[in-house]
């Protein structure tokens, strides 16, 4: 999961999708990156740890990291929010293959980035919910 700064979006979706995956039995390995350098090693913005309490996750224990090269080895599929990541993504990836493992975390749409709107973390905690939810069933 990778979002501009790994604090709001991606760190929903990685607990989200962790925690989902659990319940499923999934022996899936789920994380998240930012494309930016900004945020390493803190904790997720406190109101992404609010909306996802408010729906039954702890994220507060994550932290923030930066997407790396070395991340196409290692991971199956690599979902990002918006196009923006997914040009910075993409401009990393070395080969066919690394490419075609980036894709947008909503299939052709993107997730609003909520980091200037208090409003929208709620509206979009419960998104990044249910698209978890829609690729367990796709995938598993």
């Not at 350098?37 to 109101?47: E, F, L, M, Q, V």
């Not at 993504?89 to 609003?112: Q, Y």
Request: proline share 4%; glycine share 4%.
């Amino acid at each position: 999961m990778v979002c501009l700064g790994n604090i709001c979006r991606s760190p929903l979706a990685e607990g989200i999708m962790r925690h989902l995956a659990d319940k499923s039995s999934l022996n899936w390995e789920i994380a998240s990156a930012g494309t930016g350098n900004w945020h390493i090693g803190s904790a997720p913005d406190h109101r992404s740890i609010a909306a996802a309490k408010a729906l039954g996750y702890d994220i507060s224990k994550q932290r923030a990291q930066q997407f790396n090269h070395s991340m196409f080895g290692y991971y199956d599929l690599i979902l990002v929010m918006d196009h923006n990541n997914l040009a910075d993504v993409i401009s990393l990836a070395k080969t066919p293959e690394e490419r075609k493992k980036v894709k947008l975390f909503l299939d052709n749409n993107e997730v609003t980035d909520p980091y200037w709107d208090n409003a929208l973390f709620s509206p979009v905690c419960k998104q990044v919910e249910e698209r978890c939810m829609e690729i367990i069933k796709q995938l598993s």
